[in-house]
């Protein structure tokens, strides 16, 4: 099938674009890299009056280390930052996460913002964003504001952003020096969204024990949940429910499961990190 008919704008600055969304109101909608957007448009199953481009303003395509915070663009291809190195050494759960979206060609056009606007449960930058405390920089005709990751997901592909607002950049404070984090997933086929997801970051003293550990599921709830850093507990704090792809049970199972494998792994990484 091909899209329903709509009016097409592409701005070459902000301001545009949000004066464009502003005055389109619920009638408009963004397009970033397409490859959440575009199917849902040939399947008619989104039908917007006007779609209104991004890929023209090129200054929101960068990303860049400020200190311990990891600074996205709403252009930033996913590639790119699994490209930087200095990125993925400082933080091995979004090296882990990564490679787990989709395949190279979906990454060389999908953005790191348009993951976590389109807001699917499975997918791994909102589990990302819930694990590291990430914050959404928002735009609208009424100014700027900031989301916590936490507030912004609002349940199955719905966030916090109001009619004629659009995020302009995320921000991913980065693990401490010498703390460990994992990302561990399972999905039927490389390359699918995960059945189910965890991600962990733990921290220790000098004498070895545990001093803080983060932990966030995705794939169980209608959003991506930061869970007690428990495996058991973990469990109790989704809501899985029955549907094509696995029952209730299993999933609840799995959550655990994974719980322990992404806590074990981010502590055996700190471990060996503070050799
Ligand atoms: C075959 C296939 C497999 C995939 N597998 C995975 C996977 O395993 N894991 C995974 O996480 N993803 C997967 N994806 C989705 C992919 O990661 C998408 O790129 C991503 O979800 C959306 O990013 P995008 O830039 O393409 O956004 P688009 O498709 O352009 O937009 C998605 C939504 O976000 C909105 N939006 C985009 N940018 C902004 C903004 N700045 N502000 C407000 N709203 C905005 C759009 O209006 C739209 O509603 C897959 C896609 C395909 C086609």
Not at 105 to 130: C, F, K, M, Q, Y
Not at 140 to 164: E, Y
Not at 190 to 217: I, Q, W, Y
């Amino acid at each position: 099938m091909k899209p329903a008919p709509f009016e097409y704008h592409a701005p070459t600055d902000l301001g545009e674009a949000v004066r464009l969304l502003a005055a389109l109101g619920e009638h408009g909608r963004l397009l970033a890299g397409g490859q959440s957007l575009m199917p849902m448009l040939n399947l008619r199953l989104a039908r917007p009056e006007a779609i209104v481009d991004l890929n023209r303003i090129t200054a929101l395509a960068y990303h860049r280390l400020d200190d311990e915070t990891l600074v996205i663009g709403a252009l930033c291809r996913q590639r790119e930052i699994e490209r930087d190195q200095e990125v993925l050494a400082r933080c091995a759960a979004i090296a882990d996460a990564i490679p787990l979206i989709g395949h190279i060609g979906i990454r060389n056009r999908g953005t790191v913002v348009g993951s976590l606007a389109h807001a699917d449960p499975s997918a791994e930058w909102p589990v990302l964003a819930v694990l590291l405390d990430a914050t959404l920089e928002v735009e609208g005709v009424a100014g700027r504001r900031s989301i916590a990751a936490q507030d912004f997901f609002k349940g199955l592909f719905a966030t916090d952003l109001r009619p004629g607002e659009l995020v302009v950049e995320a921000r991913f404070p980065l693990p401490p020096a010498g703390a460990g984090s994992a990302f561990i997933e399972v999905a039927r086929r490389h390359g699918d969204f995960a059945l189910g997801a965890a991600a962990a970051v733990v921290e220790l003293a000098a004498d070895g024990s545990v001093t803080a550990a983060r932990l966030a599921l995705g794939g169980f709830d209608s959003v991506p949940v930061r869970a007690t850093p428990d495996p058991a507990a973990a469990a109790a704090d989704v809501h899985p429910v029955d549907d094509v792809h696995a029952p209730a049970g299993y999933r609840r199972k799995l959550a655990e499961t994974l719980a322990r494998r992404a806590l074990h792994l981010a502590e055996q990484r700190a471990r060996k990190a503070g050799r």
